[in-house]
């Protein structure tokens, strides 16, 4: 099976079950405070802020709610997590759009904010969703990413309580780290914590907050 189809599979999953994740994630509040400190590093009155593989909105909502005075934009493949995001919040505008074809949308965004979708990519995937993202962002922009860490020999199909399938790529704390910065963002903030209690499995989160470093840095 190509890389592609592992995304189309996990795609149809969360289009399908939509619904039952925002009714169990999106009042959520343990991210909240990563959040605050990630709006606190998007300094520009204005300023705007790609929310990726947005799921049913849980990080434009927030941000909506702190700074009103961002500009926003929310991608998701799946239809259906899509369509609970602009009922959960309404006034961000949300797109149909693949994560690993960010440079298509023909924007450039001062920051962005990957919430758990990282943890559905492989790792060709995931490069080329990074190159697809610095062709979107500013020189400077800030980089919140979000996602689960365990062992590499963990990853692959897992079945949903529903019966459907979901593809995840598990990494080190150390291997995300260092894709992200050969994908070159300097590590400004980093956490690790565990997964909420009504996780449907018990896994250690990565919190980090990036700066896309300067071309001529060394």
């Known amino acids: 099976m190509q890389n592609n189809d592992y995304c189309k599979v996990s795609v149809a999953t969360f289009d399908k079950l939509a619904d039952q994740y925002a009714a169990k994630y999106f009042d959520l509040r343990l991210y909240d405070r990563y959040l605050e400190r990630f709006a606190k590093c998007i ?103 979000s996602t689960i860490t365990g062992e590499s020999s963990q990853s692959g199909f897992e079945v949903t309580g529903s019966g459907d399938r979901i593809y995840i790529e598990y990494r080190s704390v150390s291997a995300v780290t260092t894709m992200v910065q050969r994908a070159g963002y300097r590590i400004e903030f980093m956490d690790v914590l565990q997964s909420p209690d009504n996780a449907s499995k018990v896994t250690q989160d990565l919190i980090l907050i990036g700066k896309r470093a300067e071309r001529n840095d060394p």
């Open 43 to 145: 300094d520009a009155p204005g300023a705007s802020v790609l929310d990726v593989a947005c799921g049913p909105g849980n990080v434009s909502g927030y941000l909506a709610k702190i700074r009103p005075d961002l500009k926003l934009l929310g991608i998701d493949l799946a239809e259906g997590m899509l369509r609970q995001a602009r009922l959960r919040v309404p006034g961000v505008e949300f797109l149909q759009k693949d994560c690993r074809r960010i440079d298509e949308l023909g924007c450039v965004f001062d920051a962005a904010a990957f919430a758990f979708g990282l943890s559905y990519l492989t790792d060709s995937d995931a490069e080329q969703f990074l190159v697809s993202l610095n062709a979107a962002l500013t020189d400077s922009a800030t980089f919140y990413l």
